[in-house]
């Protein structure tokens, strides 16, 4: 049942050199350079997102993922799922407007698998980059890099797939789209809030609060091809690709930020409605699922996570 929850708003990504890490999400990825704030972190776009941000790049010590946020219909439905998630158990966080410059406030809440989500209803809108709201032309002339055209989706990893599940399913509305199951138990899930055939996934790891990859949206295939020849002139470390999944049957390849974050950009993949029955992968088929052209899992790919 939905809940009001619309899509993938935005990541707060951890990276170690902030030069870097802004030369290959900008100049590489080809997301826009919005904003800087006053700590330093750096806001960044896709460019047909509406929104001013749907990236955060913070300098530390260390990489991974700080918070992944979806953003909701209304402050009342912000309200709403605030009290909804402190009733389920959740810790919640009231996060004041403007600690992310231009964006109203968000909820904070934790989650079985050790991940933080936030919840928020405003953020200052700007539009798609470099194309008119009225007759607007078909793409902006200025992108660089991959050109990505949104932030799609995060995979996560930990162990409380079940948890997790229930959390998203029965409190913010997300439906089952697709698994992984072992048996009867679930190794993978891929859960929606639109027609998308994901919005997040999880696969089941004995670390919590793990980060698998960040996923930015292509047009087309051709478009995936070019970004790997990107990748090659750039030096960009591959991990794999470009190939085809059997999950979500969406085209891929994926490669890692300076820091080791891993990136993802896509196109295709499967649509979803909610009367669809959840489609199944077997585990003995991961590597199909995963990879399809080749059939095999490399050990980056299962075992580098930030």
């Given at each position: 049942?939905?809940?009001?929850v ?14 870097a890490?802004v ?6 990825v ?13 806001y960044?776009k896709?460019?047909?997102?509406s ?12 990489p991974?993922?700080?918070?992944f ?33 231009d964006?109203?406030?968000r ?5 079985p ?7 928020y209803?405003?953020?200052t ?6 194309v ?13 890099g ?11 990893y ?25 048996g009867d138990f679930?190794?993978?899930?891929f ?5 998308k ?14 980060l ?9 295939w ?7 020849d990107i990748i090659?002139?750039e ?14 049957h969406g ?7 300076p ?8 196109s295709?993949?499967d649509y ?7 489609v ?6 991961l590597?199909?699922?995963i990879?399809?052209?080749s ?6 790919f ?5």
């Open positions: 049942m939905k809940k009001g619309m899509r993938p708003g935005h990541v707060q990504i951890r990276v170690m050199d902030m030069a890490a030369r290959h999400y900008r100049d590489i080809g997301l826009v350079e919005t904003h800087r704030d006053a700590s330093g972190r750096v960044l896709g460019w047909t997102e929104d001013k941000f749907s990236v955060v790049l913070r300098e530390t010590d260390r991974g993922l700080d918070f946020g979806f953003k909701v219909v209304s402050d009342a439905v912000l309200d709403n799922l605030a009290a909804e998630l402190k009733a389920y158990g959740c810790q919640v966080e009231e996060i004041p407007a403007g600690e992310l410059d964006c109203g406030r909820i904070r809440f934790d989650s698998t050790g991940h933080d989500f936030e919840l209803a405003e953020k809108r700007t539009g798609k980059w470099g008119a709201q009225v007759n607007p032309e078909a793409w902006p002339r200025d992108l660089k991959m050109k990505v055209s949104r932030l799609d989706h995060c995979l996560l930990g162990g409380d797939l079940d948890g997790t599940l229930d959390l998203f399913t029965s409190v913010l509305g997300f439906e089952l789209a697709e698994q992984v199951m072992d679930r190794v993978a899930q859960l929606t809030c639109s027609m055939e994901h919005d997040i996934a999880f696969i089941r790891n004995a670390d919590d609060g793990k698998h990859h960040v996923a930015f949206h292509l047009d087309s051709d478009e995936v091809l070019r970004a790997a090659s002139m030096d960009v470390p591959l991990d794999m690709g470009p190939t085809r999944h059997g999950l979500t085209q891929v390849i994926y490669f890692f930020d820091s080791g974050n891993r990136n993802e950009v896509f295709g993949g979803f409605y909610p009367d669809q029955e959840v199944t992968w077997t585990a003995d088929k590597g199909k699922a990879y399809y052209h059939r095999e899992l490399n050990d980056r299962l075992s580098v996570l930030t």
